[in-house]
């Protein structure tokens, strides 16, 4: 088939249909079917959009009730929806005294984040770590460690000047306090903030140690510095606690980021995202210094806000923290050789493979597509599992079958 679109999307030539409703009835989806009438077992789930499944039946009636009430507003102007989603997030993030700025994606709501990290501070110097994912925009991809994504455009204090434009990005060493320290005292007095993501999900999951967060913190306390945790892929609800930030550190405030945004799973698949800051830092954002047109929108602050009553409904959130376990017990039964970690945080999962040069997971989304099954690989090495939170023991039984059949096909399986 002719795709007119642009060709930025690796091609997986699979044409979807539509969601296979569960026997259970009423609840969302882990199956759907192609066009050539395949069912397939979705663990990409949008890239870690769908906590409730696919065309859960809750989520699409409060989006077209909501479109039939009303549809969209200027950002100038209140909507019941868009109040209501911004107290939701409020009471959910572990900043105190909290305020939100609704966005549509999570790039533009990491966008949102450095503004307010530069504008608050009145600094030029963001620390990011190596290995991050941010986003495609252009102040995003500045965070964004591999240079794939950031040439021509941006570079990172010390990358040649004549390849990019400049942003000051400074790049700090996941899990390694001293590599912060060291940046943040080379540029004393410069450095707005350091973020992370407290899971990193396109580098292959890995989440952050206790200790690395407790000790970021106080680092940006001794220098000035604000902390920013880019929730965008772990965050709300996937889990197991509303923030990943929450599940590793628990809810302490004195330990908070000072800002924290999210993306993907708030919308149940809508596109929304969210970035919350304590109030003395939003109060920077005077009105005109940031906005976004169909941010904060009526239908997709509504469908956030089923997403958010649905999930505590039917205590997803439970289901969600128990995914990783469960899979670990049934790889435990049923070993791999070829499976060298299965790591994560609650339904946040990296299947590492084993096997020679930089990228031998790279086939296994086509071998596995072959055997109707959808999952991506991050950085050539690891499977990445996003299931709805609802998915248990069953599912994951399944989807492990599945997976360890991949593997059996594998370049280097013997
Ligand atoms: C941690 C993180 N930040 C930012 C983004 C960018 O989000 P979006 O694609 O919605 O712009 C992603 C997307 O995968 C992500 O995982």
Redesign the pocket.
Known sequence: MQDPRWPTYTPRNMMLEAAVPPDDGGRGSVYITDAEGNVILDAMCG??CLPLGHAHPGLADAVHQQMMRLTAAAGTLWTEPQQALARELVERTPIPDGRVFLGN????V?EAAIKLALRATGRDVIIGFERA?????LG?IALTANPKYREPYVSCLEEPEDRFARINVARATYGDLDSVEAVLSRYEGRVAAVFL?PIQ??AGIYPAERSFLEGLRQLCNRHGALLGA?E???GAGRTGHFTAWSRIMGDDPAVAPDILWY??ALGGGFPI?ACVARKSLADHMTPGSHGSTFGGNPVASAAAVATLRIMDEEDLMTSAGAQLETLRGIAAQNPHARVKDVRGLGSMIGIEIEGEGQTPAAPLGGILKGKNMLATVCSGRTVRWLFPYRVGETILREAWSRLCSALDELPGSV
């Open positions: 890239i870690g994606t999570g790039t533009e990491n994912f941010h986003g495609r925009t995003s993501e999900g396109e880019d965008i892929q772990c993306a993907k995202g």
